[in-house]
Each structure stands twice: as C-alpha cells, then as structure tokens.
C-alpha cells in the first residue's frame, strides 16, 4: 500500500520504519525535506537524527507535505496536535477521499508535564480534522500509546491489550483495522463516530500519571471484558 | 472496622453490602434517613429500594450524615459529584483526621449521555475534596467503574484488572489498599498524590464511549506493563 506519513518526529519515524519493514511504500513529508534531510541533531524524545533514520531506511522517501500525499492511499497523521490543523487545512484537496489516521493529542505543555489538553469535553482534535477536511474519511487512532508499542504491540505481553478506533467512515476504520492488524495489534476496539475520539483523547491526562508512577511509557491498557 | 458510607444510591448500597457481608461494622448516612427508609421506588439504575436493601441487610444502620460519620475509622463518599462538597464541607470537623475514600466523578447530564466533566485539565473532584477538607485524609479510588466491578472484581476475569489510587497520605492509602484487597482486587496500582486524581477522573470519558461500544457497564481495564 502506499502509505504517507506526515511528521518526522519520533512517532513518524517509529511508524515510518515499521511500514516500510513490512513491504509498504513510504513516503514521510515534511515542511522542507532538505532542511529535515541534513538534520544531524537528535529528535526531542532522544531518537536518531532524521539524516540517520533515512540512511538506514533507504526505502523511505521524503518530500514535502503535498508531495508525499499525493500518492497515498493512507495519510498518517504523526504531527504534534499544535500544528496538526495547521498543516493539514491546505492539505484539504489533496487528501479528498483519502483515509486519514489522526494520532494527534492536543497538549499543552507550557506549565511543563503532565501537559493539559487543548481541547477536551465537548470536542477532540479528532473531530476538529474531519471539520476541516470533511471530504476526507479521518480515523482516530493509536493516540493512547507509545510510538514503539504503537508499531509492535507484540513488544508487551504477546499484544494482549487494546487500541481504539474512532471515525464515521466503516470503510476506512476496516482498511485502519486491517492496518494495525499488520503491525501485530489483535484487539482493535471501535468505539464508534468521531465523536468518540473524545474518550480517546482524554485518556491521555491517565497515561501521564501511568507513566509518572510506572517510570517507562513501556505500558498499555487492555479493556477487560 | 467501622465504616461509614455517604449516600444510599447505587454505588453507596452495593458497598455498603459488600462491606458489611465482609464482617464491617457499617453505618449508610443519608441527608433524612427516616425519608430514605421508606422510600419504595427503585433506584435511577433500577437497584432495589433503600427500604428492601436494608430489610436485606439487617446490620446496617442507616444515619444521618453526621451521625454515621462519627464513629467510622473510614467513610466512603459514594455521593454523586454535584451534591459531594455540599455535604462533604459541612463535614469537616466530624471528619477530622479520617480517611475519606472519594469515589466522585464530576459529570453533567444536562446534555444528555455521555456527560461533560465538571472539573478537569487542571483540578479535580479528588483535589476538590481535599482542599475542603485539609485535614482529613482523601484517598480516590474506584470511580474508574461501575459499582458491581468495585465491590466484586473477581466477578470479572478473575480480578485480573487494575484500580487507581491518588492521595496525599501514605498510611491511608495503605488502608485503602487493604480494604480494595478486601473486596478482591489484586492490582491497586497508586498513581501518586491526590493531583493524580485528575487522570483517573479524566478516564471517565473513555469509560462512555466503551460502554456505548460494548453496551454493558461490566468491563474494566488492566494496566499491561
């Protein structure tokens, strides 16, 4: 499949690196590729420098936002919930019909960790990315995890524990499903419409004191039923 | 131990059994307790009446407020989150020095199902009840679940599912551990202090839109790490 994915952070090039292993076409946008290309600095999560990353990936190809979009048949979002909207509204034509998987949380990290969420309650960032490109058949998902057990849930007790899907589109939530089932996940739990993305999204306040009792992000939940 | 429960509506009656089959000594208070003794109707949740919950449980004394605070070495607020702090603050110097175990979720229902959070992002019912009441000694614990699934874990999965803890004092969240022990969970994973209630108050949105996806209250989740 051809796979986009927006975002070179550590969740970009997590997701990024599994797909291509696993036979995917990959192409990761980003703003300015030669700028992103020539960064020798580690990422902010300590993960390898971008130039690094592409090296030992040589199938992965990197191009600007509009570029690596235009022939995807998925477009993961992995860019940080504040400029998700801002990268995406100009994106609207190019990803019409497409499916997008939204992994963004709106987090504010200005009075430090845990951060608070930018929108919660009556609205989620997954809700505010299918308004603004209601052409487009977004689905929430993996935004509950670590990228590394986002790409290999199997890295934690054989996969036995849950992620969430959220979106309008039944279509799109079975190719995602299809997707995660790729990357080892055996309970994907639909929670419904967009609209559910606010239950996902409000996790995240229960992962950061998990992962501030814990020690290790190294952690999931499974829904017990 | 002698223990009190504040309120007689689901949550407060199925604790109040379970306490009381586990051989506590148990006090139900209640803002008019002859009132609530003849009440006939079932409850919102369609759990028996108070009157035919108590003719079914002969030990436990139903109270005023006040009154089953007084002796109890433990009192448990299974008070709604809206009517919590109005009859908590009155409270205060009866509670002097008492573990209080918190099991409010600030939730409004005036947009229907699922509810909006009261409180979240950067306070919390936890919090809430603290700073009302400094010196008493607030644990949170077991909101993240219907009431059956608190009182009875192993009824699910053998137990094998986790519940959070949050509170200042280590020795009351010893205490609590002990009688969550009581009931039969096994995994009391503390979060930390009572500002960590806001991650296991902020679940509850999540917790809707599972039981919107699995149509039962009975599930739970385990922390897999």
């Given amino acids: 499949m051809n796979i986009a994915v927006l975002g070179t952070g550590v969740v970009g090039k997590t997701l990024a690196g599994r797909l291509a ?3 995917h076409a ?3 946008g980003t703003r300015d590729p030669s700028a992103s290309a020539e960064r020798t600095e580690p990422g902010r999560m300590g993960d390898p420098p971008l130039s690094t990353f592409l090296a030992g990936h040589p199938t992965i190809r990197l ?21 998700t909207l801002v990268v995406l509204g100009p994106l609207a034509d190019a990803l019409e019909g497409k ?3 939204d992994l963004s949380n709106g987090l504010d990290f200005t009075h430090g960790f845990p951060p608070r ?26 935004n509950t995890l670590n990228a590394s057990l986002m790409a290999d849930p199997a890295a934690l007790a054989g996969a036995d524990h849950t992620v969430f899907l959220s979106g309008n589109d ?15 996940w055996t309970d994907v739990l639909d929670l419904g419409d967009i609209t559910t993305a606010r ?12 992962f501030g009792a814990l020690g290790t992000p190294n952690f999931s939940i499974k829904v017990v039923r």
């Fill in 21 to 23: 292993s696993l036979g």
């Fill in 26 to 28: 990959v192409a990761m």
């Fill in 63 to 83: 191009a600007t936002f509009a570029d690596a979009v235009a022939e995807a048949d998925v477009v993961i979002n992995a860019l940080s919930g504040a400029i």
């Fill in 99 to 101: 499916v997008l998987v």
């Fill in 117 to 142: 969420l930018t929108v919660c309650n009556d609205d989620s960032m997954g809700e505010r990315v299918q308004r603004a490109l209601p052409r487009v058949r977004v689905v929430k998902t993996l």
């Fill in 170 to 184: 039944a279509d799109a939530k079975a190719t995602v499903t299809a997707l995660l089932q790729g990357f080892g």
């Fill in 199 to 210: 239950g996902a999204e409000m996790y995240f306040p229960l992962w950061a004191r998990l």
